[in-house]
């Protein structure tokens, strides 16, 4: 495992801080909780998908592309992050969301992710949910290629073997860490989505050995359908840093017990989570992502999934910008 081996750009601070929640902790009276701010990764609010794109952009430029293609809901963190990339490397963006809430309210569909986006100066188009996301991208592409562009089209959330590898550098900077505070962490928790950040720590903790378990909390799909993508992309991850068959399908756990009425829904349980970090540690999480998967994290410390002593890493993946999105969700519970 050695990823000098794959084009890389620089785009994050790094490493992000991996500090812990002593009033969080106290406050539930379980598992000690420790938090790894990749919310601070630095790229236009931060965010995991900068840790994706520093590999994903490396090979569009590689490749001598001029516009990235990319896809994702309507307040798309992963669509702002590729885009202020864009910007950063002199490229085109083009962003096509899908409306997959069909939520009306004004900030939803203007603020938030979508003013940034607009402000990065991507282009935007707007489809039905429910529609072939990859097909849409396809067209896009021929449209830069009649105009003589050269597209680099970037699967949804960057999940792929390409994206993941900074998944695998997330796992190398954690455990690095958390050797040098001596601290032996039995479980990382992260909000898992389009799976190439839970696959790309799995590969990663595997490959080293490192015993740390981690378990995904679903924002949109059942259990067996996220388990079984993570896993699918964790082997050819793990082929692809020379640890072919390290992963084996118990390495890969997800949660999908807080999604809610569906994707991108809020819950009483993410409000309850977003207030609770905001309130006890003064960290801003995100309506679609974190906070649910934050409300995951709470509820298993609560029943004690996680015991008393157990050393816990909640991954914070970014997304306050979409806070923002969500006022009409949020403000009355204030
Ligand atoms: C995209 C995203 C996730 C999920 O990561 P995947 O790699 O898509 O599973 C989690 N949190 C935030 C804030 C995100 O934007």
Known sequence: MHLARFPRIRLGHG???????????????GANLWIKRDDCTGLA???????????????????????????????????????????????????????????KEHDYRESGNVLLDKLFGARIRVVAGGSDMAAEMDKVAVEVRAASGKPYIIPGGGSNVTGALGYVNCALELVSQAND?????????????????????????????????????????????????????????????????????????????????????????????????ARNEGILLDPVYSGKGADGLIDQVKKGIFKKGENVVFLHTGGSVALFGYEHALAPSL
């Open 181 to 277: 505070l001596e601290l032996k962490i039995d479980w990382v928790v992260h909000a898992t989505g389009s799976s190439g950040t839970q696959a790309g720590l799995v590969a990663g903790l595997q490959a080293m050995h490192s015993g740390i378990r981690v378990l995904g909390i679903g924002v949109r799909a059942p259990q067996a359908a996220q388990e079984g993508n993570v896993f699918k992309l964790a082997q050819k991850v793990a082929e692809a840093i020379g640890a072919a068959g390290t992963v084996a399908r118990g390495d890969v756990m997800a949660n999908c017990d807080y999604v809610g009425p569906g994707y991108g829904m809020p819950t009483p349980g993410m409000v309850d989570a977003v207030k609770m970090f």
């Open 45 to 103: 609010s931060g965010g995991n998908k900068t840790r994706k794109l520093e590999f994903l952009m490396a090979e569009a430029s590689v490749q001598g592309a001029d516009t990235v293609i990319t896809q994702g809901a309507t307040q798309s963190n992963h669509a702002r992050q590729t885009a202020a990339a864009a910007c950063k490397l002199g490229m085109k963006c083009e962003i096509i969301l899908e409306d997959r809430t069909g939520s």
């Open 15 to 29: 490493p992000t801080p991996l500090e812990p929640m002593d009033n969080l902790t106290r406050a539930l009276g």
